[in-house]
């Protein structure tokens, strides 16, 4: 009898109910199967992104590499197309018009242009002293060099930023052409800034690869931990920001040249150290550890970065392979007839990666660390040549087949063949004709290996805007055909064309 009067209590039906009561999962279905995608998009996102990071590697590879191989061979046809002209060229000028009778192909005057450009900063970087930089550097505070640290990183952004519109002002004013009024301060005042930039950014990554080593150096390591934990403070700047896709196709772009950077810097540091210790192969493997401990966290932190971003912004991993294609649609679109820009110039404003202030460190540290004596030494210097020759071949070729694939997955081969847009630059491009597209996807293969042709001056100059940053920029499917004005224009206000974030794209946090 008590039993039921105490059972009629509220306190005992509400420990009853706590202890009973249940719930369903499957009546908020949508939300559980929401936060489980999430948890699979963190477990793809490492996956993704590093097939996007090897991609864009190699791709800054190719155009590094480009540097050492062709374009020396691509500078001394020139020169000798330029001395051996009057002998014969005189008569195939007959008929033409001025601005037809070229000395020089514009490409080829790019080309002589890089190559005096390496050649006057190689020997100024001979003035800079290497072991008293090294010295200097190695007598300051910890606290010092990591504050000397930071700012060589702004500075390098800032300058990568600048450096490409540089070198563009300068390979435009050498090949406009010449009937047209003039609206630039010269070619010489141009050359002598690209020089001055060369030669300043590679002081600058002389100076960051400098500090490097010398936290590879410092007894008890705690300058490479610091400059370690530097990169973990960019996750904190990244992961609670609003981002796009086009925001973080910037920051991937970013990451890829970062990573590709601290890989020669990581190179120039173990030739120094192998030159310091007779090239012992014993003090590589004391090396190793601090090579694998940087990249293992420059690794981590970019997918922890990259996984939280996605997971904030609702960003699917499948974006990471638009990405993929947009960078293979670059490629394979500098290899047509009417290419208007070289394949290694594309890297630089799509990553804001440029080869030649890199190029004439490594150049100035290989000089200087290896010594050449004797016949034998130069046939190795012949033989490496080759091999790099070779390397640099085969590695384009993969490119190039693994770009037609995966521009093929994406369904963008039929914009390959587009004309250039004769509307206005913001308005969409129409859809081409079915048969048009049958006719010329078999095509592919041989239209991006050919050489380019020059156009006639006649045709009105356009802006080109590249197809790629459609791709990423449009929505898929049958819902591309926007039909009311305000819709339109609300679309591209709020998604940006990717021609434009180029000269940014260095500057990975940068929102608008």
Same mark, same amino acid.
């Given at each position: 009898?008590?039993?039921?009067?105490?059972?009629?209590?509220?306190?005992?039906?509400?420990?009853?109910?706590?202890?009973?009561?249940?719930?369903?999962? #499957?009546?908020? !279905?949508?939300?559980?199967?929401?936060?489980?995608?999430?948890?699979?998009?963190?477990?793809?996102?490492?996956?993704?992104?590093?097939?996007?990071?090897?991609?864009? =590697?190699?791709?800054?590879?190719?155009?590094?590499?480009?540097?050492?191989?062709?374009?020396?061979?691509?500078?001394?046809?020139?020169?000798?197309?330029?001395?051996?002209?009057?002998?014969?060229?005189?008569?195939?000028?007959?008929?033409?018009?001025?601005?037809?009778?070229?000395?020089?192909?514009?490409?080829?005057?790019?080309?002589?242009?890089?190559?005096?450009?390496?050649?006057?900063?190689?020997?100024?970087?001979?003035?800079?002293?290497?072991?008293?930089?090294?010295?200097?550097?190695?007598?300051?505070?910890?606290?010092?060099?990591?504050?000397?640290?930071?700012?060589?990183?702004?500075?390098?952004?800032?300058?990568?930023?600048?450096?490409?519109?540089?070198?563009?002002?300068?390979?435009?004013?050498?090949?406009?052409?010449?009937?047209?009024?003039?609206?630039?301060?010269?070619?010489?005042?141009?050359?002598?800034?690209?020089?001055?930039?060369?030669?300043?950014?590679?002081?600058?990554?002389?100076?960051?690869?400098?500090?490097?080593?010398?936290?590879?150096?410092?007894?008890?390591?705690?300058?490479?931990?610091?400059?370690?934990?530097?990169?973990?403070?960019?996750?904190?700047?990244?992961?609670?920001?609003?981002?796009?896709?086009?925001?973080?196709?910037?920051?991937?772009?970013?990451? =890829?040249?970062?990573?590709?950077?601290?890989?020669?810097?990581?190179?120039?540091?173990?030739?120094?150290?192998?030159?310091?210790?007779?090239?012992?192969?014993?003090?590589?493997?004391?090396?190793?550890?601090? @090579?694998?401990?940087?990249?293992?966290?420059?690794?981590?932190?970019?997918?922890?970065?990259?996984?939280?971003?996605?997971?904030?912004?609702?960003?699917?991993?499948?974006?990471?392979? #638009?990405?993929?294609?947009?960078?293979?649609?670059?490629?394979?679109?500098?290899?047509?007839?009417?290419?208007?820009?070289?394949?290694?110039?594309?890297?630089?404003?799509?990553?804001?990666?440029?080869?030649?202030?890199?190029?004439?460190?490594?150049?100035?540290?290989?000089?200087?660390?290896?010594? @050449?004596?004797?016949?034998?030494?130069?046939?190795?210097?012949?033989?490496?040549?080759?091999?790099? =020759?070779?390397?640099?071949?085969?590695?384009?070729?993969?490119?190039?087949?693994?770009?037609?694939?995966? @521009?093929? !997955?994406?369904?963008?081969?039929?914009?390959?063949?587009?004309?250039?847009?004769?509307?206005?630059?913001?308005?969409?491009?129409?859809?081409?004709?079915?048969?048009?597209?049958?006719?010329?996807?078999?095509?592919?293969?041989?239209?991006?290996?050919?050489?380019? @042709?020059?156009?006639?001056?006649?045709?009105?100059?356009?802006?080109?805007?590249?197809?790629?940053?459609?791709?990423?920029?449009?929505?898929?499917?049958?819902?591309?055909?926007?039909?009311?004005?305000?819709?339109?224009?609300?679309?591209?206000?709020?998604?940006?064309?990717?021609? #434009?974030?180029?000269?940014?794209?260095?500057?990975?946090?940068?929102?608008?």
């Amino acid at each position: 009898m008590y039993f039921f009067v105490f059972a009629d209590l509220s306190l005992f039906r509400f420990i009853n109910a706590e202890l009973t009561r249940g719930y369903f999962l #499957e009546h908020n !279905e949508a939300k559980y199967t929401e936060r489980r995608e999430r948890v699979y998009t963190c477990m793809r996102i490492p996956r993704e992104l590093e097939k996007l990071m090897i991609f864009g =590697i190699f791709l800054c590879l190719d155009a590094f590499l480009y540097v050492f191989t062709l374009l020396p061979l691509r500078v001394f046809l020139a020169v000798f197309r330029f001395i051996t002209l009057p002998c014969y060229g005189l008569r195939s000028h007959r008929g033409l018009r001025m601005s037809e009778r070229r000395l020089l192909q514009p490409a080829q005057v790019c080309d002589i242009f890089k190559g005096v450009i390496l050649v006057i900063c190689y020997f100024m970087m001979h003035y800079v002293d290497y072991s008293m930089m090294y010295h200097l550097i190695r007598g300051q505070s910890v606290i010092k060099l990591y504050i000397i640290y930071n700012m060589l990183e702004v500075a390098d952004r800032l300058f990568s930023s600048f450096g490409q519109d540089i070198l563009d002002a300068l390979y435009w004013t050498a090949t406009e052409p010449k009937e047209r009024k003039r609206a630039h301060i010269g070619v010489i005042p141009h050359f002598f800034m690209a020089v001055l930039y060369v030669f300043l950014h590679a002081i600058l990554i002389m100076v960051q690869a400098t500090t490097l080593n010398v936290a590879f150096n410092s007894h008890n390591k705690s300058l490479l931990t610091i400059m370690m934990s530097n990169n973990f403070v960019e996750i904190k700047g990244s992961v609670f920001k609003k981002f796009e896709k086009n925001n973080l196709f910037q920051m991937s772009n970013s990451d =890829i040249k970062e990573r590709f950077t601290n890989y020669v810097l990581l190179l120039i540091v173990c030739l120094r150290n192998m030159e310091q210790f007779s090239w012992n192969p014993d003090h590589l493997w004391v090396l190793f550890p601090d @090579v694998c401990m940087v990249i293992a966290s420059e690794i981590a932190v970019d997918i922890v970065k990259h996984a939280f971003i996605t997971k904030f912004n609702d960003i699917t991993a499948d974006v990471y392979s #638009e990405y993929r294609a947009s960078l293979a649609f670059d490629l394979v679109s500098s290899r047509q007839k009417n290419a208007y820009t070289d394949y290694s110039d594309s890297v630089s404003r799509r990553m804001g990666f440029i080869p030649l202030p890199l190029a004439v460190l490594l150049i100035r540290v290989v000089t200087s660390s290896v010594k @050449v004596q004797g016949v034998l030494a130069y046939a190795c210097v012949v033989l490496f040549y080759c091999g790099l =020759i070779s390397l640099k071949v085969l590695n384009s070729i993969v490119l190039l087949g693994k770009s037609c694939q995966y @521009v093929k !997955e994406a369904n963008m081969e039929e914009k390959l063949f587009n004309p250039p847009p004769t509307g206005t630059p913001g308005k969409p491009l129409g859809k081409p004709q079915s048969k048009y597209k049958s006719s010329q996807e078999e095509k592919l293969p041989s239209s991006v290996t050919s050489q380019p @042709v020059h156009q006639n001056e006649s045709v009105v100059p356009q802006l080109v805007t590249s197809n790629s940053d459609q791709f990423l920029t449009t929505p898929d499917g049958d819902e591309k055909d926007i039909t009311q004005d305000n819709s339109e224009s609300k679309h591209r206000s709020t998604k940006k064309d990717l021609l #434009e974030i180029d000269r940014f794209t260095i500057c990975g946090n940068r929102i608008d």
